[in-house]
C-alpha cells in the first residue's frame, strides 16, 4: 500500500554501549541494514528513510537526526511525502524484525492511531527503593517498531512533551493506541553484552539463507543483476558507433544522449543492479547535458567503483547482443578485454555472445540494437 513508509532511527550516539553501534558490522552488514532490508522488502511499506548521523551511503533515503529520539521522529515525520497516511517507526538498534509481527501491526493500525508489539516480563520485578515485589502480570516491555497514523501523530507533537517512545506520544494527547504480542528476538542492542547474543542471532539468519556452511563458517554472498538496453540507429551519418568500448568504423552509431553504448549500458545496470544501486538513468540523467555524447566507459567506471567501495567484488559478467548488424563476434577479444580491464577482472571472467533477431521486431528489420547482460557479485 502506497500509503505506508516507514521512518528507521539510526541517530543515537551509542554512550551505554561505547561506540556507535548501528554503524558496527554483524555478521557482514551494518546493525541498521538488518532492520532496514526488512522494512524496505515488506510489500505494504513504499519507502524507508533513515534518520541518522553520517554513517548511511548516499544512494539511501536520509535526513538528519534530531538532539532526542523524538526529535529524530519528527524529523522523519516532516521528510515523509504529503500522502503518507501510516508510518512504521523502528529503532535500528533492533535488528531483527519479524516479518509476521510487522505484517499484523500493520493490520492492526487500521483501528487505532498507534499500535506496538510488547513482551510480558518473565523475571521477578521489585522496586529500586523498597526492593518491594511488582506485579509482573501487570507490565510490558515496549518494542519496536511502533506504527502510527501519520496526521494523528503530528496532532499529537503538537501536544508538547518529551517522551520515550511512540505510543506515548499519542497516549499523552488522548489519542487510541494498543498492542500485539511481541518478538522476544526484537530486542534492542543497549550494553556490550548485548553484542553476543546479536552475533549468535545474526549468524543463525545468515546460516538459514545459506550465508554460513555446517561448520558455521561465513560463507561469501553473492548476487546477480540483470541490464538490459536497447537504442535505434542514429539518422546522422557520421554519428560513431561503440560496442562495448570499441569503435566500428564504416557503421552508423546509436541514437542516445552519451555515445549510446548499448553494450556498456546493460553492463552498468546489471552491475548497478546487482547490488542494489538504482540504475543508469538514476546517476547519469539524459536530461544532464554534461553526459551528452560522453563515452559509456565512463559510467562503467562508475558502477566498478561503487561495487569496490561496497566491498563486492565482479566474479562474471555475461552479455548478449541482439543485432543484424555490425557483425559482433569478430571483434569479441576486443570488447572482452576492453570491459575486463575496466571491470578489473580477467578475460575469462567476460563472455559475450551476438545473434539476429532472424528479421522479426525492431531489430531484425534493422532499426537498432539491444543488449542484455547479466553481472555475478559476491563479497565476504
Keep these: ?14 554512550t551505554r554501549f561505547g561506540e556507535n553501534k548501528v554503524a558496527k558490522d554483524l555478521a557482514g552488514r551494518p546493525v541498521w541494514r538488518w532492520s532496514y532490508d526488512t522494512l524496505a522488502a515488506h510489500p505494504e511499506i513504499h519507502g524507508v528513510v533513515v534518520v541518522c548521523g553520517d554513517e548511511i551511503p548516499d544512494d539511501v533515503w536520509s535526513v538528519p537526526g534530531g538532539a532526542t529520539r523524538q526529535a529524530s521522529v519528527r524529523a522523519g515525520i516532516d521528510a515523509l511525502p504529503d500522502d503518507a497516511r501510516y508510518a512504521v517507526i523502528h529503532d535500528a538498534a533492533r535488528p531483527f524484525i519479524s516479518t509476521v509481527t510487522l505484517s499484523e501491526l500493520l493490520e492492526v493500525a487500521h483501528n487505532f492511531d498507534g499500535v506496538a508489539p510488547a513482551v510480558p516480563l518473565t523475571d521477578t520485578v521489585r522496586n529500586s527503593g523498597s526492593l518491594a515485589v511488582v506485579d509482573r502480570e501487570t507490565l510490558v516491555a515496549m518494542q519496536t517498531p511502533q506504527v502510527v497514523n501519520v496526521f494523528r501523530y503530528r496532532q499529537a507533537l503538537e501536544n508538547g512533551g518529551e517522551q520515550t517512545d511512540d505510543l506515548a506520544v499519542l497516549q499523552a494527547a488522548g489519542m487510541a493506541v494498543t498492542t500485539i504480542p511481541g518478538d522476544p528476538d526484537a530486542f534492542k542492542i543497549t550494553h556490550p553484552a548485548d553484542w553476543d547474543r546479536a552475533e549468535t542471532l545474526a549468524r543463525r539468519e545468515r546460516a538459514l539463507s545459506g550465508d554460513y ?17 536497447v537504442h535505434r540507429f542514429s539518422l546522422e551519418p557520421d554519428r560513431p558507433m ?3 568500448g570499441v569503435f566500428f568504423q564504416d557503421v552508423t552509431g546509436l541514437d542516445g544522449h552519451s555515445d549510446a553504448d548499448v553494450v556498456l549500458h546493460a ?10 544501486l538504482g540504475d543508469i538513468g538514476m546517476h547519469f540523467p539524459p536530461s544532464d547535458p554534461k553526459w551528452h555524447n560522453a563515452p ?15 566491498n563486492w567484488r565482479i566474479v562474471h559478467l555475461d552479455i548478449a547482443v541482439i543485432a543484424e548488424s555490425p557483425k559482433i563476434m569478430p571483434r569479441a577479444i576486443e570488447i572482452r578485454t576492453t570491459i575486463a580491464e575496466a571491470a578489473g577482472i580477467t578475460l575469462d571472467r567476460v563472455s559475450i555472445k551476438a545473434t539476429t533477431n532472424e528479421r522479426m521486431g525492431f531489430v531484425g528489420r534493422g532499426e537498432g540494437i539491444a543488449c542484455h547482460a547479466v553481472a555475478t557479485i559476491s563479497r565476504p
Excluded at 1 to 14: N, Q
Excluded at 267 to 276: H, I, M, Q, T
Excluded at 296 to 310: C, G, P, W, Y
Aim: charge should be negative; charged fraction near 20%; avoid cysteine.
Design 296 to 310: 559509456s566507459i565512463k559510467f562503467l567506471d562508475f558502477a566498478v567503483n561503487e561495487i569496490r567501495r561496497l
Design 242 to 244: 561503440m560496442l562495448g
Design 1 to 14: 500500500m502506497s500509503d505506508t513508509y516507514a521512518i528507521l532511527l539510526a541517530a543515537g550516539r551509542g
Design 267 to 276: 553492463v552498468v545496470d546489471a552491475l548497478l543492479g546487482a547490488a542494489a
Design 213 to 229: 556452511d555446517l561448520a558455521g563458517s561465513v560463507m561469501p554472498e553473492t548476487r546477480t543483476g540483470l541490464g538490459y538496453d
